[in-house]
């Protein structure tokens, strides 16, 4: 662990940091979303520190709160030699765009000249690189800790020599040129996880204060259209001992006794109930992620409510049993009922996740749904408990079955909206706007210059206009998420992950 932490640093207020005023060479860690949103990101805290604790390196961190200087030293951005951006969202390419025009740095990659060399990881980059290459010199495809250990090996090489510098770090690095596979950690047990986490006096994570310990990575269920079942297999998990362990360590370092769980489906991992029931006995507050409610026994809302935690949140998809079942999420009305009965009686508000659009959705699947929602709805205002529903178009992924799916015209998918609301009222029901979910759609399945398209974009508002205004001068086809695609349209198909051979013969 990094000695000397410093304590209120910088522009946040910052605890738990080191003050590296100089150092080589000098990396920018990018998170191009909120400060808030970047503490939140465990990977934020991964980096960090490891790159402190094992490189001379001057580290600091920039966010769309913070573009232009540093939060520590307060440094500018273009004077940094390696720019590490994280994209775990489709529409981190466009805030990454409007991150390095609002600091000075050249956007297109092209004209950047390496200077700064900047290499992007993530969900969304990994899954689908190429739209990020007009911005980004590379793109990781892989668990980002491997990335830092093949860092450190070679940071002597930058910023004399970038181009020899991003060769030597080979397997796992995708440049548009070769096909690349992606590498992964094996055993959790003995990555990388730091039990000293950064935080602010001014700015709490979205998901309060505490200890944010990672559990486990992936998702066993694989269903259709779960980016991260795909992209993030194999499913590995933390041992309970080194869990404990974590924690018993990180709670030193936070002002809350408080542990917050990252895990895709934490009622998967083998352990979860002994710990649970070792942070209850040891009266550690904490928090969990959306549960997959099939998963839950009724038991353990005895031991969830013993927590702070007031709102449950399940992501059912549909409550139609056929359509469920055909996307990986089968769905039992007389369980789900049990399940959320015997949760609003004990306090809990409920929210839950539908998606609308699947391609094998019928009208009595949607009409399924709102039944079991009324349903729901009527008993949580008898036990005067809150329920929300927020809807969501299926939004086609790479890598995943339904990766060739079209996304839902907005006139299609704000009918279903509205019929929700009608049946539901307005108050209960959240949805995201339509254009959000086409724009990362073009992204998610892009190509090349959707890049470009986006990086252009980043400088206005995001609009219609803007959007089918530089579409047209870059003759790019920003319809194609609105149709079903064939299997040569896949740009993805660059960077090759463990499951691709198996999701050909499945794919919708």
């Not at 529409?91 to 290499?119: F, H, N, Q, T, W």
């Not at 040891?282 to 702070?308: C, G, Q, Y």
């Not at 998809?317 to 789900?336: R, V």
Request: aromatic content about 10%; glycine content about 6%; hydrophobic content about 40%.
């Amino acid at each position: 662990m990094v000695k000397n932490l410093a304590r209120y640093v910088g522009v946040f207020n910052e605890y738990n940091v080191y003050v590296r005023f100089s150092g080589y060479p000098k990396i920018a860690l990018v998170y191009p979303s909120t400060y808030q949103a970047s503490i939140t990101n465990l990977f934020t805290h991964i980096a960090y520190f490891y790159l402190l604790e094992k490189s001379d390196a001057l580290i600091d961190r920039f966010t769309l709160d913070n573009p232009d200087r540093g939060s520590i030293t307060g440094r500018k951005l273009r004077e940094f030699d390696l720019i590490l951006a994280s994209a775990n969202y489709e529409l981190d390419l466009l805030y990454l765009a409007k991150l390095l025009a609002d600091s000075g740095v050249e956007v297109l990659a092209e004209k950047r000249d390496m200077k700064p060399l900047v290499i992007v990881g993530g969900l969304a980059a990994m899954s689908n690189p190429e739209p990020f290459l007009d911005l980004a010199d590379a793109s990781f495809i892989g668990d980002g800790e491997i990335l830092l250990q093949k860092l450190v090996r070679y940071l002597d090489i930058l910023p004399k020599d970038p181009r020899g510098f991003l060769d030597s770090l080979g397997e796992g690095i995708y440049t548009g040129e070769e096909r690349v596979k992606k590498i992964f950690i094996e055993d959790l047990n003995n990555s990388i996880h730091p039990t000293v986490e950064i935080r602010s006096r001014k700015i709490e994570p979205v998901f309060g204060e505490g200890f944010y310990v990672e559990i486990s990575r992936g998702c066993r269920w694989l269903c259709k259209f779960c980016l991260e079942s795909y992209v993030m297999y194999p499913y590995r998990c933390r041992s309970l001992e080194t869990v404990r362990n974590l924690v018993d360590e990180g709670l030193k370092h936070v002002d809350r006794r408080r542990v917050v769980i990252y895990s895709s489906s934490p009622f998967d991992h083998p352990g979860i109930r002994d710990l649970l029931k070792y942070l209850v006995e040891n009266e550690i507050d904490f928090s969990l992620p959306s549960i997959r409610w099939d998963t839950v026994r009724l038991d353990d809302l005895d031991m969830i409510s013993k927590s702070s935690q007031r709102t449950l949140t399940l992501a059912p998809e549909t409550m139609s049993s056929s359509l469920g079942c055909s996307i990986g999420k089968c769905f039992d009305p007389t369980a789900f009922s049990e399940l959320a009965t015997a949760a609003l009686r004990r306090g809990f508000n409920i929210k839950l996740y539908i998606v609308v659009g699947f391609p094998s959705e019928r009208d009595e699947d949607l009409q399924k749904t709102l039944r079991h929602l009324k349903k729901l709805s009527t008993l949580s205002r008898e036990f005067g408990r809150r329920l929300t529903v927020n809807i969501n178009p299926l939004i086609p992924k790479p890598h995943t079955p339904l990766q060739d799916s079209s996304l839902l015209t907005e006139k299609e998918y704000l009918k279903r909206v509205k019929l929700f609301e009608v049946e539901l009222g307005r108050s209960t029901i959240t949805h995201l706007q339509w254009l959000y979910a086409f724009a990362q759609s073009l992204i998610a399945l892009g190509s090349r210059p959707i890049g470009r398209l986006f990086a252009l974009i980043a400088s206005r508002r995001l609009s219609r206009r803007d959007i089918t205004e530089l579409a047209s001068t870059l003759k790019v086809d920003i319809k194609f998420p609105l149709r079903q695609r064939t299997r040569e349209e896949r740009p993805w198909n660059r960077v090759i992950f463990p499951l691709d051979h198996i999701i050909d013969r499945i794919s919708i």
